[in-house]
T-cell receptor, first 110, second 117 residues
């Protein structure tokens, strides 16, 4: 079993839709949770960073962490074609090492 | 803020040659930098953790003599792929950590695409 599981997609939605991206994990020591966006042939860009459980909102993006269920989510409201990318979840315990999910490819069509 | 650059962005080389990739944190000091490789449609695989002024820590299965890492300053780390072979062709991405622990998150460079002929 992988430490972090993420549905690879692709996920295809119309412009304006609400997108839900999810990851599950097995290591209860994870405390820091991140979402990265990666465009094709580019490095990942940090979107959201959350410590422990709870919600965090930044513009159209909301990150949720449920440590009791070992489940994290990223919601994108009013999705735009420019949101089309691969979204990677990443997490760490109280160390420097990040464990990444495989990434979910999102396509937002006009 | 938190900008990381990589150079070159792409490189093509002949089998048996060595290639050096630079990673720079432009607007912050990074005591720790990380090197990843990514194959098409796959996630990032950590190769090594680089700490300024000390030897890099390599992940299991990564040959330290083949992937030489130097972290000579707080803003620069280099990865040298020695005696490159076609199977080393990949997308290499560095990241830099702002702050002294994983709590700050990592900021990634744009990546270097290496093609070995």
């Amino acid at each position: 079993q992988k430490e972090v599981e993420q549905d690879p997609g692709p996920l295809s939605v119309p412009e304006g839709a609400i997108v839900s991206l999810n990851c599950t994990y097995s290591n209860s020591a994870f405390q820091y949770f991140m979402w990265y966006r990666q465009y094709s042939r580019k490095g990942p860009e940090l979107l959201m960073y959350t410590y422990s459980s709870g919600n965090k909102e930044d513009g159209r993006f909301t990150a949720q962490v449920d440590k009791s269920s070992k489940y994290i989510s990223l919601f994108i409201r009013d999705s735009q074609p420019s949101d089309s990318a691969t979204y990677l979840c990443a997490m760490s315990a109280n160390t420097d090492k990040l464990i990444f999910g495989t990434g979910t490819r999102l396509q937002v069509f006009p | 803020g938190a900008v990381v650059s990589q150079h070159p962005s792409w490189v093509i080389c002949k089998s048996g040659t060595s290639v050096k990739i630079e990673c720079r944190s432009l607007d912050f000091q990074a005591t720790t930098m990380f090197w990843y490789r990514q194959f098409p449609k796959q996630s990032l695989m950590l190769m090594a953790t680089s700490n300024e002024g000390s030897k890099a820590t390599y992940e299991q299965g990564v040959e330290k003599d083949k992937f030489l890492i130097n972290h000579a300053s707080l803003t620069l780390s280099t990865l040298t792929v020695t005696s490159a072979h076609p199977e080393d062709s990949s997308f290499y991405i560095c990241s830099a950590q702002q702050g002294t622990s994983g709590r700050s998150g990592q900021f990634f460079g744009p990546g270097t695409r290496l093609t070995v002929l």
